[in-house]
């Protein structure tokens, strides 16, 4: 991964390392995150298998015909759980939906849970069966790294440590296993997926299986994002920007098309939304609103900003 574009930090130096460690990490990936949004991370503990199998079992599930896939796309649950066709969604402000097809996955609780209610069921693919086990063990893989990319965060802002830890526990994550198909005629003008922000906190994001990630710099410039294949890439989500009144940035990024002689390549990406529950207060924290960063944003909750957000790209009415 290019160190002009997005630093690299190790996360073992944050959960194994010395206090020293520690406090350096802390401030490169809090400057990180302040002066341009995104990371690369190494030694973030996800483990490689599990990556790759769940992207064997994603090129599987996709694979199938578009009558079968159809099957689990489940009416009422805004694309939150199963699957969502090929041109459904639309980044805001886009005039034609993403070139794309995705799987996703959710929060589990247990029955008896104070929020089993708002939590559907994942649901099971038959054709496929090892997708979902696989899907739901790297739920809770990507859970556990970002816990503590947050703690992380939570440090730099001189929170405590654990901020974020209450918040996040049982939150409203999702796993999304996106399948960009081969171009095969030219588009009128839409890309595999259009300039946008993430929703959430932040994002983790696999190396995905072709390039075309692209971040959007200060200077207006458009730069290629490529992570080694041991490396997951993070970014600010809008709900952290909001919380830090700006001071931690949400990113413009897109997924554009490849070069037509590879127009019949397909791509997997494999990125996990962390949210917290529906009932956090976004309300920016007082320590970032400043005589320079005066407040930008009125109150309101995770999960209030979520619903008028899925409104805004077409996953709910």
Request: overall charge negative; hydrophobic content about 35%.
């Amino acid at each position: 991964m290019s160190e002009k574009v997005i630093p690299v930090v190790d996360l073992g130096l944050f959960v194994n390392g010395s206090e020293e460690d520690q406090f350096a990490f802390i401030n490169k990936l809090g400057e990180a995150f302040h002066s341009i949004g995104f990371v690369g991370v190494r030694n973030h503990g996800i483990p490689m298998s599990l990556i790759h199998d769940f992207y064997d079992a994603s090129n599987a599930f996709f694979a199938l015909p578009t009558a079968v896939k159809r099957k689990y796309e489940i009416p009422g649950f805004a694309g939150q759980r199963g699957y969502t066709s090929f041109g459904k969604e639309q980044a805001k402000g886009a005039k034609s939906a993403d070139l794309k097809e995705f799987y996703q996955f959710g929060q589990e609780v247990e029955d008896g849970h104070p929020l089993k209610s708002e939590y559907p069921d994942n649901v099971p693919v038959n054709e496929v069966p090892q997708f979902t086990d696989l899907g739901i063990h790297l739920y809770t893989s990507f859970e556990q790294a970002g816990s503590h990319l947050l703690r992380a965060i939570a440090r730099f802002l001189e929170l405590p440590e654990n901020y974020f830890d209450l918040q996040i526990k049982d939150g409203l994550s999702i796993l999304r296993a996106i399948h960009y198909p081969p171009i095969t005629e030219e588009p009128k003008s839409a890309i595999r997926a259009e300039q946008h922000e993430d929703i959430n906190l932040i994002t983790l994001l696999v190396g995905a299986s072709a390039g075309g990630l692209q971040l959007l710099n200060k200077k207006g410039e458009w730069l290629n994002i490529e992570p080694e294949e041991d490396e997951i890439v993070i970014n600010v989500g809008d709900m952290l920007q909001r919380l830090t009144n700006n001071y931690l940035k949400s990113t413009t990024h897109r997924v554009v098309n490849p070069p037509k002689e590879e127009w019949h390549k397909p791509r997997l990406s494999i990125p996990f939304f962390l949210h917290p529950k529906a009932d956090m207060d976004l309300s920016c924290l007082p320590g970032c609103v400043t005589k320079d960063r005066p407040l930008a944003y009125s109150p309101i909750t995770a999960g209030g900003y979520l619903d008028e957000r899925l409104k805004e790209i077409g996953l709910k009415k």
